[in-house]
T-cell receptor
Framework: EPEVTQTPSHQVTQMGQEVILRCVPI?????FYWYRQILGQKVEFLVS????????KSEIFDDQFSVERPDGSNFTLKIRSTKLEDSAMYFC?????????????FGEGSRLTVL | GEDVEQSLFLSVREGDSSVINCTYT??????LYWYKQEPGAGLQLLTY?????DMKQDQRLTVLLNKKDKHLSLRIADTQTGDSAIYFC????????????FGTGTRLQVTL
């Protein structure tokens, strides 16, 4: 069964460092997303991406965050200068798009720990 | 803004039915979802229901939607120890993307 894959599964970084989290969405999907879950809190929407541009972003997704689809398969989330409060599990997701938005598939997550 | 609320914890005996409840505030919600998260794992889509449906059944899972009261429930029949996990309710609307609003999650503990 096709799945969304994410790397790394866990990254530890120092405050102020840049981090790139990688995702390979399901191959025929058109919409890509990042969500995050701070430990013990709700899963929160960060950003959606379609046709090589951001469709929507939350207020969490400030100038320190960026997304990119550098090739036909990868979808990345970059945090330019990490803060302690960026420590969370980051989930990538994808779906086919309009008319099939009900089926949103998540990866297993990348745990980011900022020290 | 949109809000989704769930009770935090539910304990049931193996073989019993589990009912996990959820309330939401966004009346424009088009889809309502149930996701399962096992320890250290990602979010597994269990089932979803369109807002114009009242009920959806899928094997041991039954989803009931009361749109008037904005109440969603997930019933798991014959609950097994492997069902122990956190269950997230989420709502979303059609549009340009699937921006889901999640609940806090209900931890289901299945005892022998």
């Amino acid at each position: 069964e096709p799945e969304v894959t994410q790397t790394p599964s866990h990254q530890v970084t120092q405050m102020g460092q840049e981090v790139i989290l990688r995702c390979v969405p399901i191959s025929n999907h058109l919409y890509f997303y990042w969500y995050r879950q701070i430990l013990g809190q709700k899963v929160e929407f960060l950003v959606s991406f379609y046709n090589n541009e951001i469709s929507e972003k939350s207020e969490i997704f400030d100038d320190q965050f960026s997304v990119e689809r550098p090739d036909g398969s990868n979808f990345t989330l970059k945090i330019r200068s990490t803060k302690l409060e960026d420590s969370a599990m980051y989930f990538c997701a994808s779906n086919l798009g309009l008319g099939r938005t009900g089926e949103l598939f998540f990866g297993e997550g990348s745990r980011l720990t900022v020290l | 803004g949109e809000d989704v609320e769930q009770s935090l914890f539910l304990s049931v005996r193996e073989g019993d039915s589990s009912v996990i409840n959820c309330t939401y505030t966004d009346s424009s919600s088009t889809y309502l979802y149930w996701y399962k998260q096992e320890p250290g794992a990602g979010l597994q889509l269990l089932t979803y229901i369109f807002s114009n449906m009242d009920m959806k059944q899928d094997q041991r899972l039954t989803v009931l939607l009361n749109k008037k009261d904005k109440h969603l429930s997930l019933r798991i029949a014959d609950t097994q120890t492997g069902d122990s996990a956190i269950y997230f309710c989420a709502e979303g609307t059609t549009g340009t993307a699937s921006k889901l609003t999640f609940g806090t999650g209900t931890r289901l503990q299945v005892t022998l």
